[in-house]
């Protein structure tokens, strides 16, 4: 069972940039399917961005695309999202998450796709 700790959260002016990080222990990570996702006050838990286990890329939703990149270090088992041109939308708890790789149902966008999750870290965006 893997555990995951989120850090890099913190508050930033719009235009600005923020790198998140997900530490991932007790599990072989390279062999899971990881994402990011958030929650804004008073709204549900959105996607942000998957990265598959093998090979089979990125993906993100619409309102971050050109702006977040999600990477990963399997030596370092740790999960990124380095987020660029941030606005004041973007705020929200940010939670990284996790899910044994799978050959098949890419891209994994739902909540249920993942089993294993971070306790989140905030970003907030000022205008």
């Known amino acids: 069972q893997v555990q995951l700790v989120e850090s890099g959260g913190g508050l930033v002016q719009a235009g600005g940039s923020l790198r998140l990080s997900c530490a991932a222990s007790g599990g072989t990570f390279s062999t899971y399917t990881a994402a990011w996702f958030r929650q804004a006050p008073g709204k549900e838990r959105e996607f942000v961005a998957a990265?598959?286990?093998?090979?089979?890329?990125?993906y993100y939703a619409d309102s971050v695309k050109g702006r977040f990149t999600i990477s990963r270090d399997n030596a370092k088992n740790t999960l990124y999202l380095q987020m660029n041109s941030l606005k004041p939308e973007d705020t929200a708890v940010y939670y990284c998450?996790?899910?044994?790789?799978?050959?098949?149902?890419?891209?994994?966008?739902?909540?249920?796709?993942?089993?294993?999750w971070g306790q989140g870290t905030q970003v907030t965006v000022s205008s």
């Open positions: 990265i598959h286990w093998i090979g089979r890329g990125t």
């Open positions: 998450a996790a899910q044994r790789g799978q050959l098949t149902g890419w891209p994994q966008e739902r909540e249920r796709d993942y089993e294993y």
